[in-house]
């Protein structure tokens, strides 16, 4: 089972960018699929982005599609968010997930329900 460490959050204005990462530990990080999720204050988590082992497959909330691209280096166990053109809603902490396998069934996961759940990065956009 993997172990996911995320880095990369911070405070940033609204229209900026941000790159975040995720650091996997163990060697079967290849085998993962991997995912972003986000929770925003007093809000429920909500899916971001979605990539598969090869990183072939990439799936994205519609909130975020063509403002935030999702990539992986298997070579570095990390997965990458990067987030530009960023608005006020897209503050709140972003956790990196993985399922075994596949990233296809991403969107619905759960802390409970994934094969790794990060301890989340927090990301403030200010207006």
């Known amino acids: 089972q993997v172990q996911l460490v995320e880095s990369g959050g911070g405070l940033v204005q609204a229209g900026g960018s941000l790159r975040l990462s995720c650091a996997a530990s163990?060697?079967?990080?290849?085998?993962?699929?991997m995912g972003w999720f986000r929770q925003a204050p007093g809000k429920e988590r909500e899916f971001v982005a979605a990539i598969s082992t090869s990183g072939a497959y990439t799936n994205f909330a519609d909130s975020v599609k063509g403002r935030f691209t999702i990539s992986r280096d298997n070579a570095k166990n990390t997965v990458y968010l990067q987030m530009n053109s960023l608005k006020s809603e897209d503050t709140g902490v972003y956790y990196c997930a993985a399922v075994l396998g596949t990233a296809r069934t991403m969107p619905s996961m759960t802390p409970l329900t994934s094969d790794a759940w990060g301890q989340g990065t927090l990301v403030t956009v200010s207006s």
């Open positions: 163990g060697r079967t990080f290849s085998r993962y699929g």
